[in-house]
């Protein structure tokens, strides 16, 4: 792998674009196994599919449950795809096609849209030769195959493999139609051969839209130095793209992150099929600040270098591409451009009883004087509470512990200061906790109280403390000694029935305070 100047693109049986040589993966080929495509075009198509005459054996498959219009097949919304063929498979007397041409053979589906955008995916899996034709038809309530012209709708001549339907402007609850088709004939397959026809996976799915710097689809991935693409795929996230992408199609997907340094390499590992030339025609990206203001740095393909950012900051990058193949889905990540004097692996707050434990872990530490813990409410202002010893020069994995013994109550956020021996610092990200003091917290269940009550009670200790029940007047109608054996959580049950209906108090009193709660008697 390489970066600079040039994006990694790597892709499963696609190809790599690697400092200007191109790559061809072969149908069926691992990205090990790859050899030079010279003197393809990129707009080169052909109506024949290159997996021509799988599954053409002599021996007839059955005729599709969903041949017919009125035996449309449900689908529903999110769920995997459904396997299907459409051999066998007739056509019906008026059936219209839309754009699809002359079709010998169709198979009907149906979904009932629960938001007004979806997206329906075909993807051939096999053929007797040639590409599968699909369309979407609005017909609720027909009982017969829809005429007219279908809300959307995909050729078979020249590909590809994969149907895309981005559907728009749905009616919640109602029902839509899908014709997926095949015409035999020629090199597509002898129609009087019953398996003439395609194998496919169709599914209906809810588009994922995060492409502005409000609605970002996720974090992205942070290095200090250039991965290997199997570093990429094991540590990042991977973002399945909903829709998928074809040749020519458009996509912005936008994902926040912490600088780590003050200059960044932007890349993106793409998983594609079916590339020749490259698996992007045109690519650009922007950084904006967390406010989602004017663009901080921003660029295309000839430059993936963000400069003049301050690490420590939070910020939103954006990616905009326009794909040359099919694209499934995409493992984001940037690259720090300056040498790093601590290389972080991992920060993480949790409460742990009355306390808060901060545990972090480096890689290497070069020149590293100290960690400085800070502290603050609303992730923008922070204050040092604490200070660390760095291990100055160390190569290999370190680990730290601290414990904020006297956390803040609700929702705080944490994070690093590395400080240079020079004096020099960089931030690690942010991490947030949600502190809640459970010590000493008393409740009475069930409130109001019928024949039996029941004190639930969070201890700190144990310890041996006193409990009274007054009344409104103040009056000690009960009074026990009762033994806390646990730290943490403790429950005591008792009858109330000398108790008569009103309102009262239970006090819990131990040597250094006492902890109320009021319940009710019916």
Known sequence: MTTGTKAI?????????????????????????????????NNEQS??????NQGNSSA?????ANDAFANAIQLTINSACTTGTNKQATTQAGEAYGCQGSPTKT?????????????????????????????????????????????????????????????TGLVVNNIYYIQVSY????????????????????QVG?????????????????????????????????????????????????????????????????NSSGCIFGNVQQFNWSVQDAGC?????????????????????????????????????????????????????????????????????TASETGNDRFEIERGTDGITFKTIEKVEGAGNYNGLLSYTFFDEQPLTGNTYYRLKQVDVNGAFMFSKKVAVNYVKKEDQVTIIPNPV??????????????????????????????????????????????ADELKPGMYTANLMRKDRTITARFSKE
């Open 9 to 41: 693109f790597i892709s499963v049986c696609a190809v790599i674009q690697l400092a200007g040589t191109l790559y061809r993966c072969d149908a069926q080929q691992s990205t090990d196994q790859m050899t030079q495509s010279q003197g393809q075009s």
């Open 47 to 52: 109506v024949i599919y290159p997996f021509a």
């Open 60 to 64: 007839p498959e059955a005729a599709p």
């Open 107 to 167: 198979v009907w589906y149906k979904f009932t849209a629960t938001a007004g955008s979806h997206f329906v995916e075909i993807e051939m899996t096999a053929s007797s030769g040639c590409y599968l034709s699909s369309a979407i038809w609005n017909a609720p309530g027909n009982a017969n195959p829809p005429t007219g012209t279908p809300i959307s709708c995909e050729t078979a001549s020249g590909g590809p493999t994969l149907n895309i339907h981005n559907l």
């Open 183 to 202: 015409q035999g004939g020629l090199f597509c397959g002898n129609n009087s051969n019953a398996n003439t026809g395609a194998n496919f996976c169709i």
């Open 206 to 270: 809810t588009p994922v839209v995060c492409a502005t710097c409000s609605n970002t689809c996720g974090t992205v991935c942070q290095f200090p130095a250039p991965p290997t693409l199997a570093q990429v795929l094991s540590t990042c996230t991977k973002y399945d793209l909903k829709s998928r992408m074809n040749k020519d199609d458009w996509k912005t997907e936008c994902f926040g992150f912490t600088a780590i340094s003050n200059s960044l390499n932007l890349q993106m590992v793409i």
């Open 293 to 361: 203001g004017a663009n901080v740095a921003s660029g295309n393909l000839s430059n993936l270098n963000a400069t003049g950012l301050t690490a420590g900051n939070d910020y939103v990058l954006c990616y905009s591409w326009q794909a040359s193949c099919q694209h499934n889905s995409i493992y984001p990540y940037i690259v720090s451009n300056s040498q790093l004097p601590v290389e972080f692996l991992s920060f993480n707050a949790e409460q742990e009883r009355d306390r808060i434990k901060l545990r972090w872990s």
């Open 450 to 495: 019928k024949g039996e009550m029941h004190v639930k009670y969070y201890a700190g200790r144990k310890e041996l403390i006193i409990l009274r029940i007054t009344d409104m007047t103040g009056t000690v109608i009960i009074s026990k000694p009762i033994t806390v054996s646990f730290e943490g959580l403790n429950l005591f049950s008792f009858s």
